[in-house]
Protein backbone atom coordinates (compact mmCIF):
# COMPACT_ATOMS: atom_id res chain seq x y z
CA UNK A 1 0.00 0.00 0.00
CA UNK A 2 2.84 2.49 0.37
CA UNK A 3 4.18 1.99 -2.56
CA UNK A 4 1.08 2.54 -4.40
CA UNK A 5 0.30 6.44 -2.32
CA UNK A 6 4.20 6.80 -3.20
CA UNK A 7 4.10 6.40 -6.88
CA UNK A 8 0.50 8.23 -7.03
CA UNK A 9 1.78 11.21 -4.97
CA UNK A 10 4.88 11.65 -7.10
CA UNK A 11 3.76 10.43 -10.60
CA UNK A 12 -0.24 10.50 -10.51
CA UNK A 13 -2.44 13.68 -11.46
CA UNK A 14 -4.24 15.82 -9.22
CA UNK A 15 -7.36 13.07 -8.51
CA UNK A 16 -4.47 10.29 -8.09
CA UNK A 17 -2.88 12.45 -5.56
CA UNK A 18 -5.82 13.51 -3.53
CA UNK A 19 -6.49 9.80 -3.22
CA UNK A 20 -3.50 8.64 -2.21
CA UNK A 21 -3.06 11.62 0.50
CA UNK A 22 -6.92 10.61 1.90
CA UNK A 23 -5.19 7.00 2.02
CA UNK A 24 -2.64 8.25 4.11
CA UNK A 25 -4.79 9.30 7.23
CA UNK A 26 -6.19 5.67 7.38
CA UNK A 27 -2.48 4.01 7.53
CA UNK A 28 -1.17 2.60 10.85
CA UNK A 29 1.39 4.65 12.55
CA UNK A 30 4.41 2.53 11.37
CA UNK A 31 3.30 2.75 7.96
CA UNK A 32 3.06 6.96 8.11
CA UNK A 33 6.74 6.71 9.57
CA UNK A 34 8.16 4.45 6.90
CA UNK A 35 6.67 7.03 4.40
CA UNK A 36 7.97 9.97 5.76
CA UNK A 37 11.17 8.20 5.48
CA UNK A 38 10.84 7.19 1.86
CA UNK A 39 9.92 11.23 1.65
CA UNK A 40 6.55 11.49 1.05
CA UNK A 41 6.69 14.96 2.78
CA UNK A 42 7.81 17.32 -0.14
CA UNK A 43 4.94 16.05 -3.03
CA UNK A 44 2.18 16.80 0.11
CA UNK A 45 3.56 20.22 0.40
CA UNK A 46 3.61 20.79 -3.29
CA UNK A 47 0.11 20.19 -3.19
CA UNK A 48 -1.17 23.04 -0.69
CA UNK A 49 0.14 25.14 -3.75
CA UNK A 50 -2.85 23.77 -5.74
CA UNK A 51 -5.82 25.43 -6.78
CA UNK A 52 -7.95 22.46 -5.93
CA UNK A 53 -9.37 22.59 -2.74
CA UNK A 54 -10.35 18.94 -1.88
CA UNK A 55 -6.39 18.62 -3.11
CA UNK A 56 -5.38 20.97 -0.47
CA UNK A 57 -7.89 19.35 2.02
CA UNK A 58 -6.69 16.22 1.28
CA UNK A 59 -2.88 17.08 1.82
CA UNK A 60 -3.51 18.80 4.96
CA UNK A 61 -5.15 16.16 6.53
CA UNK A 62 -2.46 13.74 5.59
CA UNK A 63 0.06 15.88 6.86
CA UNK A 64 -1.41 16.39 10.16
CA UNK A 65 -2.21 12.47 10.14
CA UNK A 66 2.07 12.12 9.99
CA UNK A 67 3.06 14.74 12.56
CA UNK A 68 0.79 13.59 15.19
CA UNK A 69 2.66 12.87 18.32
CA UNK A 70 6.27 12.58 16.32
CA UNK A 71 8.25 16.27 17.36
CA UNK A 72 10.62 14.34 14.52
CA UNK A 73 7.94 14.93 11.94
CA UNK A 74 7.03 17.95 12.89
CA UNK A 75 10.11 19.74 12.64
CA UNK A 76 11.02 17.87 9.19
CA UNK A 77 7.94 19.52 7.87
CA UNK A 78 8.62 23.20 8.79
CA UNK A 79 12.35 22.54 7.00
CA UNK A 80 10.66 21.30 4.00
CA UNK A 81 8.99 24.21 3.07
CA UNK A 82 5.08 23.83 4.66
CA UNK A 83 5.07 27.36 6.79
CA UNK A 84 5.37 29.56 3.42
CA UNK A 85 2.52 27.55 1.98
CA UNK A 86 0.26 27.95 5.20
CA UNK A 87 0.72 31.42 5.24
CA UNK A 88 -0.46 30.80 2.16
CA UNK A 89 -3.76 29.24 2.82
CA UNK A 90 -4.60 31.55 5.16
CA UNK A 91 -5.50 34.35 2.61
CA UNK A 92 -7.86 31.74 0.73
CA UNK A 93 -11.88 32.27 1.25
CA UNK A 94 -12.77 28.86 1.68
CA UNK A 95 -13.67 28.80 5.75
CA UNK A 96 -12.97 25.08 5.93
CA UNK A 97 -9.55 25.04 4.88
CA UNK A 98 -8.75 27.94 7.25
CA UNK A 99 -9.78 26.46 10.21
CA UNK A 100 -7.89 23.54 8.96
CA UNK A 101 -4.74 25.41 8.53
CA UNK A 102 -4.81 27.13 11.58
CA UNK A 103 -5.47 24.00 13.50
CA UNK A 104 -2.15 22.31 11.08
CA UNK A 105 -0.45 25.39 12.96
CA UNK A 106 -0.95 25.01 16.33
CA UNK A 107 0.46 21.24 15.66
CA UNK A 108 3.30 22.47 14.50
CA UNK A 109 4.09 24.92 16.92
CA UNK A 110 4.07 22.36 19.55
CA UNK A 111 7.62 21.77 18.50
CA UNK A 112 10.20 23.80 20.36
CA UNK A 113 12.55 23.62 17.16
CA UNK A 114 9.77 25.09 14.74
CA UNK A 115 8.84 28.15 17.49
CA UNK A 116 10.90 30.98 15.73
CA UNK A 117 10.91 29.80 12.15
CA UNK A 118 6.67 29.82 12.81
CA UNK A 119 7.28 33.24 14.73
CA UNK A 120 9.21 34.51 12.10
CA UNK A 121 7.34 33.84 8.82
CA UNK A 122 4.86 36.76 9.98
CA UNK A 123 2.25 34.33 11.22
CA UNK A 124 1.78 35.94 14.44
CA UNK A 125 0.15 39.59 12.92
CA UNK A 126 -2.05 37.18 10.61
CA UNK A 127 -3.17 35.11 13.97
CA UNK A 128 -3.93 38.50 15.59
CA UNK A 129 -6.04 39.81 12.97
CA UNK A 130 -8.38 36.50 12.86
CA UNK A 131 -8.77 37.60 16.79
CA UNK A 132 -9.84 40.96 15.62
CA UNK A 133 -12.15 39.38 13.37
CA UNK A 134 -16.18 39.86 14.30
CA UNK A 135 -17.83 36.38 15.15
CA UNK A 136 -20.48 37.76 13.96
CA UNK A 137 -19.28 37.61 10.03
CA UNK A 138 -19.25 33.73 9.98
CA UNK A 139 -15.45 34.34 8.65
CA UNK A 140 -13.48 32.89 11.72
CA UNK A 141 -15.51 30.75 13.71
CA UNK A 142 -14.77 30.65 17.70
CA UNK A 143 -12.66 27.37 17.43
CA UNK A 144 -10.22 29.02 14.72
CA UNK A 145 -9.67 31.44 17.41
CA UNK A 146 -9.11 29.52 19.59
CA UNK A 147 -6.77 27.57 17.42
CA UNK A 148 -4.95 30.59 17.00
CA UNK A 149 -4.47 31.79 20.69
CA UNK A 150 -3.74 28.30 21.88
CA UNK A 151 -0.80 28.65 18.75
CA UNK A 152 0.06 31.60 19.92
CA UNK A 153 0.43 30.44 23.71
CA UNK A 154 2.69 27.69 22.12
CA UNK A 155 4.85 30.05 20.89
CA UNK A 156 5.03 32.33 23.79
CA UNK A 157 7.65 29.41 25.36
CA UNK A 158 10.19 30.83 23.55
CA UNK A 159 10.99 33.95 25.43
CA UNK A 160 12.59 35.56 22.33
CA UNK A 161 9.47 35.54 20.31
CA UNK A 162 7.56 38.02 23.16
CA UNK A 163 8.68 41.42 21.20
CA UNK A 164 6.99 40.23 18.43
CA UNK A 165 3.76 39.85 20.35
CA UNK A 166 4.12 43.09 21.29
CA UNK A 167 5.02 45.17 18.32
CA UNK A 168 1.60 43.02 16.34
CA UNK A 169 -0.99 44.53 18.81
CA UNK A 170 -1.41 41.25 20.61
CA UNK A 171 -2.25 42.48 23.96
CA UNK A 172 -4.66 45.23 23.42
CA UNK A 173 -6.48 42.59 20.94
CA UNK A 174 -6.33 39.83 23.92
CA UNK A 175 -7.76 42.93 26.25
CA UNK A 176 -10.34 43.89 23.80
CA UNK A 177 -11.57 40.14 23.33
CA UNK A 178 -11.22 40.14 27.54
CA UNK A 179 -13.15 42.82 27.49
CA UNK A 180 -15.98 42.31 25.37
CA UNK A 181 -16.79 38.29 25.99
CA UNK A 182 -17.91 36.27 28.72
CA UNK A 183 -15.52 36.58 31.36
CA UNK A 184 -15.99 32.77 32.76
CA UNK A 185 -15.97 31.52 28.50
CA UNK A 186 -13.18 29.42 27.56
CA UNK A 187 -12.46 32.41 24.94
CA UNK A 188 -11.41 34.54 27.79
CA UNK A 189 -9.47 31.95 30.07
CA UNK A 190 -7.12 30.92 26.57
CA UNK A 191 -6.66 35.03 26.15
CA UNK A 192 -6.03 36.01 30.01
CA UNK A 193 -3.75 33.16 30.53
CA UNK A 194 -1.65 33.97 27.45
CA UNK A 195 -1.84 37.39 28.35
CA UNK A 196 -0.68 36.80 31.53
CA UNK A 197 2.11 34.73 30.76
CA UNK A 198 3.06 37.68 28.00
CA UNK A 199 2.97 40.44 31.16
CA UNK A 200 4.85 38.41 33.32
CA UNK A 201 8.05 38.32 30.82
CA UNK A 202 7.66 41.80 29.01
CA UNK A 203 7.84 45.30 30.74
CA UNK A 204 6.18 46.46 27.44
CA UNK A 205 3.40 44.47 27.74
CA UNK A 206 2.59 45.17 31.04
CA UNK A 207 2.82 49.11 30.58
CA UNK A 208 0.46 48.63 27.98
CA UNK A 209 -1.73 46.73 29.79
CA UNK A 210 -2.13 49.40 32.56
CA UNK A 211 -2.43 51.89 30.05
CA UNK A 212 -5.11 50.39 28.24
CA UNK A 213 -8.19 52.20 28.51
CA UNK A 214 -11.16 49.81 30.20
CA UNK A 215 -8.31 46.79 30.53
CA UNK A 216 -8.24 46.95 34.58
CA UNK A 217 -12.29 47.27 34.60
CA UNK A 218 -11.79 44.42 32.51
CA UNK A 219 -9.85 42.18 34.84
CA UNK A 220 -11.87 43.38 37.68
CA UNK A 221 -15.06 42.66 35.89
CA UNK A 222 -13.53 39.04 35.21
CA UNK A 223 -12.38 38.41 39.50
CA UNK A 224 -16.30 39.15 39.90
CA UNK A 225 -17.86 36.81 37.17
CA UNK A 226 -14.83 34.76 35.55
CA UNK A 227 -14.43 30.64 36.37
CA UNK A 228 -11.78 30.24 38.63
CA UNK A 229 -9.05 29.85 36.56
CA UNK A 230 -9.99 32.93 35.03
CA UNK A 231 -10.17 34.86 38.47
CA UNK A 232 -6.69 33.53 39.39
CA UNK A 233 -5.27 34.74 35.42
CA UNK A 234 -6.92 38.01 36.46
CA UNK A 235 -5.82 38.47 40.07
CA UNK A 236 -2.71 38.13 38.95
CA UNK A 237 -2.19 40.32 36.22
CA UNK A 238 -3.64 43.05 38.44
CA UNK A 239 -1.10 41.88 40.88
CA UNK A 240 1.73 42.70 38.02
CA UNK A 241 0.44 46.20 37.29
CA UNK A 242 0.20 47.06 40.71
CA UNK A 243 3.65 45.67 41.62
CA UNK A 244 5.23 47.79 38.52
CA UNK A 245 4.32 51.57 40.10
CA UNK A 246 2.07 50.93 43.25
CA UNK A 247 1.86 54.81 43.79
CA UNK A 248 0.64 54.99 39.98
CA UNK A 249 -2.02 52.24 39.74
CA UNK A 250 -3.30 51.62 43.60
CA UNK A 251 -5.68 54.40 43.58
CA UNK A 252 -6.75 53.71 39.80
CA UNK A 253 -7.76 49.75 40.72
CA UNK A 254 -9.59 50.85 44.03
CA UNK A 255 -12.05 53.06 41.47
CA UNK A 256 -12.58 50.21 39.64
CA UNK A 257 -14.66 49.19 42.63
CA UNK A 258 -11.84 45.93 42.62
CA UNK A 259 -12.39 45.15 46.79
CA UNK A 260 -15.80 43.37 46.96
CA UNK A 261 -14.29 40.48 44.43
CA UNK A 262 -10.28 40.37 45.15
CA UNK A 263 -11.83 40.17 49.09
CA UNK A 264 -14.12 37.32 48.07
CA UNK A 265 -11.07 35.37 45.70
CA UNK A 266 -9.14 35.70 48.69
CA UNK A 267 -11.68 33.14 50.37
CA UNK A 268 -13.02 30.80 48.06
CA UNK A 269 -10.67 31.01 45.15
CA UNK A 270 -8.13 28.66 43.72
CA UNK A 271 -5.22 27.78 46.26
CA UNK A 272 -3.14 30.52 44.14
CA UNK A 273 -5.63 32.90 43.48
CA UNK A 274 -6.52 33.21 47.08
CA UNK A 275 -2.04 33.75 47.47
CA UNK A 276 -2.90 36.28 45.04
CA UNK A 277 -5.18 38.21 45.88
CA UNK A 278 -4.20 38.30 49.59
CA UNK A 279 -0.91 39.97 48.26
CA UNK A 280 -2.70 42.13 46.27
CA UNK A 281 -4.84 43.21 49.17
CA UNK A 282 -1.76 43.79 51.31
CA UNK A 283 -0.78 46.44 48.32
CA UNK A 284 -4.31 48.54 47.96
CA UNK A 285 -4.42 48.19 52.13
CA UNK A 286 -2.75 51.69 52.78
CA UNK A 287 -5.33 54.44 51.55
CA UNK A 288 -4.02 57.14 53.45
CA UNK A 289 -3.31 59.38 50.46
CA UNK A 290 -7.60 59.04 50.65
CA UNK A 291 -9.21 61.95 52.70
CA UNK A 292 -12.65 61.18 52.34
CA UNK A 293 -14.82 59.93 55.16
CA UNK A 294 -16.37 56.73 52.87
CA UNK A 295 -12.66 56.26 52.29
CA UNK A 296 -11.94 55.83 55.32
CA UNK A 297 -14.57 53.66 56.60
CA UNK A 298 -14.29 51.22 53.63
CA UNK A 299 -10.38 50.97 54.73
CA UNK A 300 -11.80 49.64 58.49
CA UNK A 301 -14.04 47.46 57.17
CA UNK A 302 -10.91 45.88 54.79
CA UNK A 303 -8.81 45.61 57.51
CA UNK A 304 -11.54 43.62 59.94
CA UNK A 305 -12.04 41.38 56.96
CA UNK A 306 -8.55 41.10 56.59
CA UNK A 307 -8.27 40.13 60.41
CA UNK A 308 -11.03 37.09 59.52
CA UNK A 309 -8.64 36.01 57.07
CA UNK A 310 -5.79 36.29 58.74
CA UNK A 311 -6.88 34.00 61.85
CA UNK A 312 -8.80 31.92 59.40
CA UNK A 313 -5.36 30.96 57.76
CA UNK A 314 -4.43 27.57 56.51
CA UNK A 315 -7.96 26.33 57.95
CA UNK A 316 -11.43 25.88 56.25
CA UNK A 317 -13.49 28.54 57.09
CA UNK A 318 -16.34 28.29 58.90
CA UNK A 319 -19.87 29.15 57.70
CA UNK A 320 -20.68 31.42 59.97
CA UNK A 321 -17.26 33.18 59.31
CA UNK A 322 -17.82 33.12 55.88
CA UNK A 323 -21.52 34.88 56.71
CA UNK A 324 -19.56 37.23 58.20
CA UNK A 325 -16.97 38.21 55.52
CA UNK A 326 -19.73 38.11 52.78
CA UNK A 327 -21.42 40.71 54.71
CA UNK A 328 -18.86 43.20 55.19
CA UNK A 329 -18.28 42.82 51.50
CA UNK A 330 -21.75 43.43 50.33
CA UNK A 331 -20.89 46.51 52.54
CA UNK A 332 -18.05 47.39 50.52
CA UNK A 333 -20.55 47.61 47.97
CA UNK A 334 -22.92 50.13 49.01
Known amino acids: MEQVVMENLFNGDIEAQTEAANEIANLGSNQRHKLVERG ?30 SERTKRRIVKSGAVTALLNLFQCQNKSLIELTVAFMLILSSCKSNKLPIASSGVIQILVEFLNEDLSNDYISLQTKLDAIATLHNLSTCHEIIPLFVSSGLVFSLLQLIHVSEKSSEFVLKGIALLEDIVSLSNDALQETAGTS ?34 KYRGLILKEGVMPGLLQLSIDGTWKARKLARELLLLLRDCSNYNSKNIQSKRELIEQIMQEIDAEEGRVLETTTLRLVEEMIAKLSV
Open 40 to 69: VIPPLISMLHYQNYEAIEAALFALLSLAYG
Open 214 to 247: GSIRALVETIEEGSPECREHAVSILLYVCKSCRD
